[in-house]
């Protein structure tokens, strides 16, 4: 679909994310999980824009609804965006190198989850 399911990035991104923070008018009011029931149904795209945030995407058929009332397409959760989360963390340039026992720390677990990533240290 020549798009991103990162929200804010790319010239073509979802603008109606099923997420409270973007779609409830920054009013200085607070509304039950009943009064926001008024703008998930709303057409116009998201007030709020929920930078970063990756969307659940297209379906088997690479069909994707940019509509607020179908979460699976539009709905940010934490289990889609933490594999995102921890790519991005693992190329993280940390600004501070410390040295542990097995040499550089570079603030990723690369005995766990990254165990298959290795680093390649940065140009001096």
Known sequence: MKMSYLVGFGKKYPTH???RAASIPKDGKKYSCLEGEQWKVKKEPNPNTL????????????KFSDDRTKPWFTEPTIASNAGLVAALIATHDPPERSFGSKGPNLGIDQERIFSSIHLTPPAP
Do not use: C, E, I, N
């Open 51 to 62: 930078f970063g945030a990756m969307v659940a995407g297209p379906d088997k058929s690479d």
């Open 17 to 19: 994310v099923h997420h």
